[in-house]
């Protein structure tokens, strides 16, 4: 069976190559994208897209895709320090999540060191840039096959 993930971007990741490029580099979504469909490609898995700049479609799209994916790679941005919400739609989701950051949260301000998301999901990776996508992918890959081999 070939594994099905997806990648959910919370809001401003749609426009990475823009903003503050000191702190998130200079790869915009569209190259970063390209990089995870090689990896896909590679590892024989599929990957869907999605990203919002809305709270409640972030919550209609995670609640809609806990039955169609085998795991969901998220960044939920600025949401992730600030919303309950999306916490609580997290902890009821049937699948692994796995929550991405580009930026070392832990070293910024002070608001940013809290994650809502941390400890209801499978696990949580800060820090590694773009390349922190597929780190998180290569643990739902690794969460998955373990399922299987069940
Ligand atoms: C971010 C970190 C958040 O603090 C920030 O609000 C973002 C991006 C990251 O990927 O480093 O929008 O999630």
């Not at 401003?12 to 569209?30: F, I, M, P």
């Not at 994916?69 to 600025?78: Q, R």
């Not at 916490?87 to 910024?108: F, G, M, T």
């Not at 209801?120 to 820090?127: C, F, N």
Request: proline letters at 3%.
């Amino acid at each position: 069976m070939t594994p099905k993930f997806a990648v959910v971007n919370g809001p401003n990741l749609n426009w990475l190559g823009k903003r503050e490029k000191a702190v998130y580099g200079t790869e915009t979504w569209q190259e970063i994208w390209e990089g995870l469909l090689e990896w896909a490609k590679e590892k024989r898995v599929t990957l869907a897209f999605f990203q919002s700049n809305h709270e409640g479609d972030l919550i209609d799209h995670l609640q809609k895709i806990d039955t169609e994916v085998d795991g969901i790679l998220f960044n939920p941005a600025a949401y992730g320090h600030t919303s309950i919400a999306l916490r609580d739609c997290v902890a009821s989701l049937d699948i692994a999540v796995v929550e991405v950051h580009l930026s070392k949260i832990q070293k910024r301000e002070p608001f940013r060191h809290h994650s809502t998301i941390a400890d209801v999901a499978e696990a949580s990776l800060a820090g590694f840039g773009p390349k922190g996508y597929i780190l998180g992918l290569e643990l739902l890959k690794t969460i998955y096959d373990r399922t299987q081999q069940r």
